[in-house]
């Protein structure tokens, strides 16, 4: 849905600049991360917009009547765009209907959905190929002629906390429903959580979850690192470090810079990706699935043996600073066979698991199902994931607690 962003959101708003039908209680100049007590949320806002949008809506279907009458599809079912600000609701009609409809001057000159949009679309099925379906009529795989299936209309709602009301005259058109997540946000954002509510207050209950921006969260965990270089290679012909690994979500493109963290001593390092390889040859892009490896421009030796193991690949300035101090949460496993492990004790040497890195850890605090411990080497982790514990029993590391991030 990769879009160049045409405005800014948090733009400053011109005191001048006013909706005819649609007054805005409050300029939503406020950041979108910034939550509104609800009574503010609940004013109400747009009161007068229902009169407008009945007729957005008849224009709508007007527009669209010629192409239905050849195609001879009526539209038999709306689905609502729901979601919060920003998190790519238009943009993903825009992507099913070839239509952006946020035409509105104020809405273009903010950049969000001030109205209801509408936009319809016809699922096409190709009866050629394996690509079963698509919106287009022409098979973009085969190129044969698809067979109409549904007209179907896409409801977009404003994702705004200012335009709850609009939201809600919308979702009483809505027979399903898309709830968009931006992938680059904590999840659920104020208004992930008032449009669900609205869809049960109007009785929605098939909804689709569509994560979105996903490109902004690129991230590949490296399993393994090599040298490729042979020995006596010409300086002009050395290749860079190149790292192994999964590529966990996003996509990596050749090109592209990353960033690799927790990196050297504390630090991450930036690089830039000069080729991809997957087990059938060479890629330009690659997505998650399978194992990948990416040549970069790290002095080589940095990646000899697998040293590079346990680092984590990303878009610049989107992984998490490395620390070296975790507090978690543990809860320790119940075994069946063998003897269930005692707690974990303060100054205990423990070893953590956090994606493909391990770490030694010594611990510095416990409370009941809490821990709090020391890295000697940093790690990049989020709040929230999952942390494997193993303890050394009788001179094996066995796994004694699941540990969450805090
Ligand atoms: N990087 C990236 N940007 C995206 C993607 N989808 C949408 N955007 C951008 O995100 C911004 C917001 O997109 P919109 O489609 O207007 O979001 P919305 O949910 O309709 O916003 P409101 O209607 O105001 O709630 C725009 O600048 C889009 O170009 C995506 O998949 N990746
Ligand atoms: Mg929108
Ligand atoms: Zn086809």
Redesign the pocket.
């Given at each position: 849905?990769?879009?160049?962003?045409?405005t800014v959101k948090e733009a400053k708003e011109p005191k001048e600049a006013k909706l005819p039908k649609e007054p805005m209680a409050k300029e939503p100049k406020a950041s979108k991360k910034k939550q509104v007590p609800l009574e503010e949320r609940r004013e109400p806002a747009v009161e007068k917009a229902p009169k407008a949008e009945p007729k957005a809506a008849k224009e709508a279907v007007q527009k669209a009547e010629p192409k239905a009458a050849k195609e001879a599809v009526q539209a038999e079912i709306n689905i609502g765009m729901i979601?919060h600000?920003?998190?790519?609701?238009?943009?993903l009609v825009e992507a099913m209907t070839g239509q952006w409809v946020d035409t509105h001057s104020e809405e273009l000159k903010r950049?969000?959905?001030i109205r209801i949009g509408y936009a319809d679309t016809v699922f096409y099925k190709c009866p050629a190929c394996s690509l079963n379906y698509s919106v287009k009529e022409e098979c973009p795989k085969c190129k044969a002629k698809g067979v109409p299936l549904r007209k179907v209309s896409f409801v977009d709602a404003?994702?705004?906390e200012t335009l709850m009301t609009t939201m809600l005259s919308g979702a009483a058109m809505m027979n399903g429903a898309v709830l968009?997540v931006a992938a680059n946000e904590f999840c659920p954002q104020a208004q992930t959580v008032e449009h669900l509510n609205a869809m049960k207050i109007v009785g929605i209950r098939n909804i689709v979850v569509a994560q979105?921006?996903i490109?902004?969260v690129d991230k590949m965990y490296c399993g393994r690192s090599f040298d490729i270089n042979r020995p006596g290679t010409k300086p002009e012909e050395m290749k860079g470090g190149v790292l192994g690994g999964t590529l966990l979500q996003g996509t990596l493109n050749v090109g592209d810079s990353v960033e690799i963290a927790p990196g050297f001593a504390g630090k991450k390092i930036v690089t830039k990706i000069q080729n991809i390889n997957c087990a059938g040859g060479k890629l330009k892009i690659a997505k998650p699935g399978g194992l990948i490896a990416i040549e970069t421009l790290l002095d080589p030796s940095y990646a000899q043996n697998d040293q590079m193991k346990g680092q984590v690949i990303g878009a610049v300035d989107s992984l998490p600073e490395p620390r070296n101090t975790l507090k978690l949460d543990v809860e320790l496993l119940e075994r069946q066979v063998t003897e269930t492990p005692g707690e974990i004790k303060i100054n205990e040497s423990i070893v953590l698991t956090i994606g493909t890195m391990t770490v030694i850890a010594n611990v510095k605090e416990t409370r009941p199902g809490k821990i709090t411990v020391m890295l000697p080497r940093a790690v990049v982790a989020e709040k929230g994931q999952n942390a494997a514990v193993s303890r050394k029993e009788k001179m094996k590391w066995r796994l004694i607690a699941f540990g969450k991030v805090e």
């Open positions: 849905m990769l879009k160049e962003k045409k979601g600000v920003d998190a790519g609701k238009t943009s950049g969000i959905s404003p994702g705004h968009v979105n921006k490109d902004l």
